[in-house]
C-alpha cells in the first residue's frame, strides 16, 4: 500500500519531518490497515479554510467504513452508531434531515473532520492507538487555534482533554457527552451543536455551513 505525501498547507508541521518517517515505515510493515486515504480530512480541509474542528477517536475498524474524516461513512451508506445519533441531533436542531452518512460537504466548507488517530487495524478498535498519531493531532489542534478564531466541537472527554491546553480566547468550544449509542442522552442530545457554530459564524459576518450537504 502507498504511503501518502503530506498534505501541502500542512506540511510544515514538525510532525512529518520528524515522526512520520518512521510511522510510515511501520505502517509498511504491518499491513491490513485502513484507510487507505489517511490525510483526506487534511486534504479535503487545508490548514487556511479551517472554520469548524470535529475531533472524532478511532477510524471505523468495521471493513471497508473508514474514509478519512472523522464520523463519516462511504457515499449510498446508511448512518449508524454515532453518526446516526450526531444526524438525529442535527434533525432535531435545524430540520435538517440527511440519510447519506457520507460527510464530505462538510470537509469541503471548512469542517475539519479530524480522528485523534488517523489508522486503524481492520477489525481491531484502537489498535494503532500511541503509534504517534497523537502528536500531529496535537499539532493540528495547536496550529488551527493560532491561526484565529474557530469553532471547536467536542464530543466526549477524549476530545476535551485532547483540546484541553488550546487557547480559549476568540474560538468556540461546544462542549457535550459523545454521540454513542452509549453516552449520546448524558448531554449529547439536545446540546444544538449546528445551530450554535451558525449563529457564531453569523456574528462574525461569515456564511453559515450547510450542514444539509
Given at each position: 500500500m502507498g504511503l501518502p505525501a503530506p498534505p501541502a498547507s500542512w506540511?510544515?508541521?514538525?510532525?512529518?519531518?520528524?515522526?512520520?518517517?518512521a510511522l510510515a515505515a511501520r505502517l509498511t510493515?504491518?499491513?491490513?490497515?485502513?484507510?487507505?486515504a489517511i490525510f483526506r480530512a487534511l486534504d479535503l480541509t487545508p490548514r487556511e479554510?479551517?472554520?469548524v474542528v470535529i475531533l472524532g477517536q478511532d477510524p471505523y475498524h468495521t471493513p471497508g467504513r473508514a474514509t478519512g474524516l472523522a464520523f463519516s461513512f462511504p457515499p449510498g451508506e446508511p448512518a449508524r452508531d454515532s453518526l446516526r445519533n450526531i444526524l438525529t441531533e442535527l434533525r432535531s436542531d435545524l430540520g435538517v434531515d440527511r440519510k447519506?452518512?457520507?460527510?464530505?460537504?462538510w470537509a469541503r466548507q471548512g469542517v475539519l473532520l479530524l480522528n485523534s488517530v488517523l489508522t486503524v487495524p481492520v477489525g481491531q478498535a484502537f489498535g494503532h492507538k500511541r503509534w504517534g498519531w497523537e502528536a500531529l493531532v496535537s499539532q493540528i489542534l495547536m496550529a488551527t487555534a493560532e491561526?484565529?478564531?474557530?469553532?471547536?466541537?467536542?464530543?466526549?472527554?477524549p476530545a476535551q482533554a485532547a483540546c484541553a491546553r488550546l487557547p480559549r480566547a476568540r474560538h468556540?468550544?461546544?462542549e457535550s457527552a459523545h454521540p454513542s449509542p452509549l453516552s449520546a442522552h448524558r448531554g449529547f442530545f439536545g446540546s444544538?451543536?449546528?445551530s450554535r457554530v451558525n449563529d457564531w459564524l453569523a456574528t462574525r459576518e461569515e456564511p453559515p455551513i450547510d450542514w444539509s450537504v
Open positions: 506540511a510544515d508541521l514538525p510532525f512529518f519531518s520528524r515522526d512520520w518517517p510493515d504491518n499491513p491490513g490497515w485502513q484507510p487507505a479554510k479551517v472554520r447519506d452518512g457520507d460527510l464530505t460537504g491561526d484565529g478564531p474557530r469553532a471547536f466541537l467536542l464530543w466526549g472527554r468556540l468550544f461546544i444544538r451543536p449546528f
